[in-house]
């Protein structure tokens, strides 16, 4: 029986080397193989493809197992939500028609028995980072999105890479975690839980997986990514678990 939800998020899929690359779309299609017959939703949490713009024609060649492998859940009638994250903010249409998933602009708040989820990929949530909130902002703009458009695909989609090379995912940063009182998503849901009540906060973006009690009945679960952790939340319907994929 269908019963479980799965989340997961930055797979950065695409970012240099592309050996590397490749050798992780593969990790993470054997585990959607492995899901497949439990899940009835999944949840990808942003940051999916390290760089993802879809022109009216175009789309960022690649990712055809990783998408071979979503389109066979789908039809296999797993409900799939992806969300926009800092690095490939710029879905659109394609996603929605090819595998009649959802697509996030930002939080999703869900109800699944009886428990309240708050759902977001975490990037510009909490104090400080002014500069990131108002350049996202911008990325966002229409205006943005219709001027990259006029960029020919070669030259678009290259200047995204070499900016991609200097992410966090391509120089292979590891995180550490800085403390309940310094960690920003914690300090966000602490807030949220100020004007309504949540019994999971689910993020991804932070690249570092962990799962914080605040409150009495609330958690904080960080999702963690697929460069070093090969984390992933699931949701038995009574409680939620942070596993890690080692196959």
């Keep these: 029986m269908r019963n479980k939800i799965f989340f997961a998020s930055d797979f950065h899929l695409g970012v240099l080397p592309k050996a590397t690359s490749i050798e992780r ?24 493809f390290d760089f993802w713009f879809e022109y009216s024609t ?3 060649k690649g990712f055809i197992r990783f998408l071979g492998k979503l389109a066979e859940l789908a039809d296999l009638g797993v409900k799939i939500t992806l969300f926009k994250g800092n690095h490939d903010m710029w879905m659109f249409g394609y996603l929605k028609e090819q595998l009649n998933a959802t697509i996030v602009d930002d939080e999703l708040i869900l109800t699944r028995n009886d428990k309240q989820f708050f759902i977001h990929h975490g990037d510009g949530l909490g104090p400080g980072d002014v500069k990131y909130k108002f350049l996202k902002s911008f990325f966002r703009s229409r205006i943005c999105q219709w001027l990259f458009a006029r960029l020919h695909p070669n030259l678009g989609i290259g200047i995204a890479q070499r900016w991609s090379r200097h992410s966090r995912a391509a120089t292979r940063e590891e995180e550490r975690f800085l ?28 690249h570092l997986p962990y799962d914080v009690a605040i409150g009495d009945n609330t958690r904080v679960v960080n999702l963690g990514e697929w460069i070093y952790h090969f984390t992933y939340a699931v949701w038995d319907g009574e409680q939620l678990i942070l596993n890690k994929w080692t196959r």
């Design 58 to 60: 175009v789309v960022p």
């Design 179 to 206: 403390g309940e009182d310094q960690e920003w998503l914690i300090q966000y849901a602490k807030e949220e839980l100020t004007h309504r009540h949540i019994d999971y906060f689910i993020f991804g973006h932070r």
């Design 25 to 48: 779309e593969l990790r993470i299609v054997a585990w959607l193989d492995a899901i497949k017959n439990d899940a009835a939703e999944l949840f990808l949490v942003g940051d999916i």
